[in-house]
Nanobody, 126 residues
Framework: VQLQASGGGLVQAGGSLRLSCAAS????????IGWFRQAPGKEREAVSC????????YYADSVKGRFTISRDNAQNAVYLQMNSLKPEDTAVYYC????????????????????WGQGTQVTVSS
């Protein structure tokens, strides 16, 4: 089981990035996928989550209206479209997989995730 986050980079405030989370070694269409981030000196925090069964989603208040999570089970991938980026979005972003349903109830809880991928750095300059 392996998860790999990619798509990070350096972008100016107001810009956009799309992160990808790819899975290998298993089919993740039965699992919820979440995105978390950790900024320097801060705790890791939940960003977004998408359920497996009904596609329901969770977003942290700080990203609502700016970020959109989606999944393509045929490609074994989940995407996080990040628009209107702010300097405070700067962090290492991680994707994780969990066997819970739904995201609206459990998606923000790191303890519910079973596998974690390596992170991808997102830096937003002011």
């Amino acid at each position: 089981v392996q998860l790999q986050a990619s798509g990070g980079g350096l972008v100016q405030a107001g810009g956009s990035l799309r992160l990808s989370c790819a899975a290998s070694g298993f089919s993740f269409d039965s699992f919820a996928i979440g995105w978390f981030r950790q900024a320097p000196g801060k705790e890791r925090e939940a960003v977004s989550c998408i359920s497996s069964s009904d596609g329901s989603t969770y977003y942290a208040d700080s990203v609502k209206g700016r970020f959109t999570i989606s999944r393509d089970n045929a490609q074994n991938a989940v995407y996080l479209q990040m628009n209107s980026l702010k300097p405070e979005d700067t962090a290492v972003y991680y994707c994780a997989m969990g066997s819970f349903v739904p995201c609206t109830r459990y998606g923000a809880g790191q303890q519910y995730y079973d596998y974690w991928g390596q992170g991808t750095q997102v830096t937003v300059s002011s």
